[in-house]
């Protein structure tokens, strides 16, 4: 088995000078905090600024780039699962806006992307990494 591109356990440091880790494979980043935050950036940068479109800037550009980094570390089912996920969400945050007012129903929706997207990716990793 060829050892030279392998990454420590998980949590784990490789030692200085390990020949057999390979610092150029980029760990995951925590999709499941970027995710909802980006749901609540996007719709505060809206509210303040009254430009919709400028929020909506916002959620495509987190949504692009957590998808990129499902893909990147789940695989391109998962990553277009949670992407729909993430789409629904924000979606589902305007009716739901009418009923419990604005803020609420967007922390809501980022609460329950955030538990999703926890549950997707921070289980089972796949073998590849």
Known sequence: MDRAFHLPPRGAAAP????HYDRRVPRAHPTWLIAPLSLLLGF??????GVR??????LFLAA??????WRRTRGLGVALGLVVVYLLAFALS?????AIE???????????????????TTRHPRAAL
Do not use: K, Y
Not at 53 to 58: E, K, N, R, S
Not at 94 to 98: I, V
């Open 44 to 49: 505060g940068v809206a509210d303040v600024t």
């Open 102 to 120: 604005s803020w609420p129903a967007v922390l809501l929706v980022s609460l329950v992307v955030g538990a999703v997207v926890w549950a997707a």
């Open 64 to 69: 692009l780039w957590c998808g990129l980094e």
């Open 16 to 19: 200085p000078g390990d020949p």
């Open 53 to 58: 479109p400028l929020g909506g800037i916002v």
């Open 94 to 98: 305007h009716p739901l806006g009418r």
